[in-house]
């Protein structure tokens, strides 16, 4: 790479030595050497999403500026006239296209929406782009879950245009980013499409939570060039204080430390309203790739100790929706509802080649086409779940109205009702027995009367 100093020095002797004609052409060089961010998307390295966000970028050259300006009102783009500003880190790594550059914004205010300009004045500044933070208790939540669009660029572009129109919070990406996980120019194309498409109609730019695919081949551009909690293989995230948000790495060992982790992460977390899991290889799935057996047996149980509401996976290139699975209280049915049992969802169709649907004793719905999943989830605690093509058709759905809640749970409430109607037939037998009473002493006055008249 050109050293920018260099690229300097070179212009300024070129200026002393040509006559004013060339100035013009001199200054078109200049004016090409800006640097602009490209690659921009959003992101969170803490687990908290109502008062921080990563911005991240990319720049050709080092000293570019790793600036961002914001304000809780829009400022049109001037860099000196927002109130706030963060200064983050640069780096580099083997292999790269240019500097990442990734700036976290902390103590913001919870729903909240945020305008700002990244960059620096030796590179420039990006276009003025906004974002809004999490409630703490959100009334409606929208969210979109899917994977797999491997490098397949025009068909996933299609894909991300049709999810921006519904202004989602924040899209859960199950894997499959790219191709080859080792090709830079793939990461690139990938990056270059959340700058250009995943902005929502609202104008707010959506953040991406990843997780790792098998065609990312646990490459080390995955790791430089998203910024996320803790080893970047298995995090969490909040909503607000109602959803918890679980991220799993399929393609490393289940059991061991990623085990304990999940365990000490769902209990933690025991409390949360709902609860979803996101990973790339299914562990219920009728597809070529089939079930992760191993995933299922080690993460299964503590799903079902926990009360995860639902586990999104990607792998293969179909749609299938699960019956509620309690995988603990049996292997071969599912339960009567998915207050019961955790709903299973393989939603692998963000446009890379397409495998035939088929469906098993958990299914309820499978389908093999382009699609994502809409999620809504409102105040009065009901959950909506849409499967929606690439037009933005809805072709499947489910209406939630509860979480998923404990067998103690369960029974806490049956011993309420029990309880509740042990006491009514109670009342209602101290009521009805001086009645009882009474028409017993009105019907022996009558009898002794009748026999009075009889004399």
């Not at 909240?112 to 959100?138: D, H, M």
């Not at 509620?324 to 209280?329: C, E, F, G, K, V």
Request: net charge negative.
């Amino acid at each position: 790479m050109i050293e920018r100093k260099g690229l300097y020095l070179e212009l300024s002797l070129i200026l002393v030595m040509l006559s004013t004609s060339e100035i013009a052409f001199v200054n078109a060089r200049v004016i090409s050497a800006l640097d602009l961010p490209v690659h921009i998307h959003l992101s969170w390295q803490q687990s908290d999403m109502s008062s921080t966000i990563v911005v991240t970028w990319q720049t050709a050259y080092s000293d570019s500026g790793t600036i961002v300006f914001y304000d809780n009102v829009s400022r049109g783009g001037g860099s000196s006239l927002y109130t706030y500003s963060t200064t983050g880190t640069v780096h580099i790594y083997s292999g790269a296209s240019g500097y990442v550059h990734d700036t976290e914004l902390t103590d913001l205010s919870q729903d909240s929406t945020y305008y700002f300009v990244c960059g620096g004045e030796i590179g420039g500044y990006s276009t003025e782009r906004s974002f809004k933070t999490a409630p703490k208790q959100p009334s409606h939540l929208t969210f979109v879950v899917g994977g797999d669009c491997r490098s397949n660029s025009t068909q996933r572009d299609i894909m991300s245009n049709a999810m921006r129109q519904l202004n989602p919070s924040f899209v859960l990406f199950s894997g499959d980013m790219v191709e080859t996980g080792s090709d830079q120019a793939q990461w690139d194309d990938f990056l270059q499409s959340l700058d250009s498409y995943w902005v929502g109609s609202n104008g707010q730019t959506i953040p991406i939570v990843p997780s790792l695919g098998n065609h990312e081949q646990n490459a080390t551009a995955y790791y430089e060039q998203f910024a996320l909690p803790n080893n970047k293989q298995w995090y969490s995230l909040d909503w607000g204080e109602t959803v918890h948000i679980t991220v799993l790495n399929s393609e490393a060992n289940a059991s061991g430390e990623q085990l304990q982790w999940l365990e000490n992460d769902l209990a933690t977390h025991e409390n949360c309203t709902w609860k979803f899991v996101l990973f790339h290889q299914p562990l219920f799935s009728s597809g070529p790739h089939g079930s992760w057996i191993e995933g299922r047996s080690y993460w299964c149980p503590l799903f079902d100790k926990y009360h995860v509401d639902i586990v999104f996976s990607g792998h293969d290139h179909d749609y299938e929706r699960s019956k509620p699975i309690n995988y603990t209280a049996s292997m071969t049915a599912p339960q009567n509802s998915y207050a019961e049992g955790t709903m299973y969802i393989v939603s692998g169709g963000w446009r890379a080649p397409l495998h035939s649907s088929n469906s098993s004793w958990w299914t309820a719905y499978s389908s093999s086409l382009y699609h994502f999943v809409q999620v809504d989830i409102f105040g009065n605690q009901t959950l909506n779940v849409q499967a929606k093509d690439a037009s933005g058709t809805t072709f499947d759905m489910v209406i939630q109205k509860s979480p998923v809640v404990s067998e103690l749970l369960w029974n806490i409430v049956l011993a309420i009702l029990l309880g509740t109607a042990a006491l009514m037939s109670a009342v209602q037998q101290q009521i009805l027995r001086p009645l009882r009473l009474n028409t017993r002493c009105i019907n022996r006055k009558r009898r002794r009367k009748n026999d009075v008249d009889a004399h």
